[in-house]
């Protein structure tokens, strides 16, 4: 391994950032090719869009002055500060040359040198098109001490069969079990009138969502985190819908669920969060904001076909849900975790 090196990754080091581009096209045609290879300008607005509340390391592997893998930790610096989230891709044609290995070593001293206690990550295997693809990340990442924390499914929906009298029916049956309540819709930004309710519920999200044993800690939300992230995901080309659900006695927030369509994709979106107040939950609000936002979605993006969305196996009410609106299963993703 003496002929790796590790630089750190600057966003204006030119042709350090269009080899780490290369390389991460490489890698996500090679182990994703259902999905689509993000395109150069959405992979640079990452490195050079600010994001207020939450830093991040990225570290790249060269071999020969290539580059041939890559790291990036993220740190949320206002929630659960005590973990990173890792991601650790190596270039396809050099793996099993201990690049990976590199990498890691130097992530967790990364760690270990801020002060956090737990590394998560996240690693695909058991593709529903490709039952026998190889997933290397599941067992390298067992090897080096990193445990399952939870299971969660992906699962995606074919947009073209989007609208017929089923999907018409499921939608009234909702919208009958759940008449006192309105639905809302947003895009781009979050209305004022809705934003302090988004927060409440979006500090919900690990308390109320099955988390199985990972080392999540209860979560807070201003108004300004939101304002920042919303400004950040505009200022990457990112558009962000959503449909959020009110009760119309109380105005009291009930649930909300949101999209992302991504620069440069025109087939593929992908559901953020989705929840329902434990308080305002029998009325079939899950289904009722998932058809309401889909509908937005296809008003934005008319040649929008798939639309992917994550669920842990345990939460068996929103899987019933994107059961009936139409989703099927993709692959299933482990949430790996290390205690350092």
């Not at 830093?55 to 002055?65: E, N, P, Q, S």
């Not at 009291?252 to 440069?264: N, R």
Request: glycine fraction near 8%; charge should be negative.
């Amino acid at each position: 391994m003496t002929d790796i090196e590790l630089r750190e990754l600057k966003p204006f080091d030119y042709d350090l950032v269009d080899g780490w581009i290369s390389a991460s096209q490489a890698i996500a045609a090679h182990d994703l090719p259902e999905l689509p290879v993000p395109i150069s300008p959405r992979l640079r607005l990452r490195l050079v869009v600010p994001e207020k509340f939450t830093k991040y390391y990225r570290t790249v592997a060269l071999k020969g002055g290539t580059v041939v893998g890559s790291s990036t930790l993220e740190h949320d610096l206002e929630n659960n500060t005590h973990m990173m989230w890792l991601e650790l891709d190596v270039h396809p044609e050099h793996r099993g040359e201990g690049i990976g290995a590199r990498l890691l070593e130097h992530a967790e001293q990364t760690a270990r040198q801020v002060g956090v206690r737990t590394l998560m990550a996240e690693v695909a295997y058991n593709f529903a098109p490709a039952p026998d693809r190889v997933a290397p990340g599941k067992t390298f990442a067992a090897k080096h001490g990193y445990t399952v924390g939870q299971e969660t499914i992906h699962r995606t929906k074919d947009l073209t069969f989007n609208e017929g009298p089923e999907l018409q029916e499921l939608y009234d049956a909702a919208c009958a079990k759940s008449e006192g309540y309105e639905v809302l819709t947003w895009s781009r930004t979050i209305p004022n009138e809705l934003i302090e309710g988004y927060c409440y519920l979006k500090g919900r999200m690990v308390t109320d969502s099955p988390m199985g044993d990972l080392d999540f800690e209860k979560e807070e939300f201003s108004v300004e985190r939101i304002r920042s992230e919303e400004k950040s995901l505009l200022d990457r080309g990112s558009i962000w819908l959503g449909a959020f659900a009110r009760h119309k006695e109380t105005g009291q927030a009930a649930g909300f669920t949101e999209t992302h369509i991504m620069l440069g994709d025109e087939e593929h979106c992908y559901i953020g969060d989705t929840i329902v107040d434990p308080d305002h939950r029998g009325h079939r609000l899950g289904a009722r904001l998932k058809v309401v936002n889909e509908r937005q979605l296809s008003q934005w993006r008319p040649s929008m076909r798939y639309i992917h969305t994550w669920n842990a196996d345990t939460n068996g009410y929103m899987i019933s849900v994107n059961e009936e609106l139409g989703y099927r299963v993709y692959c299933t993703d482990q949430e790996l975790q290390k205690k350092l």
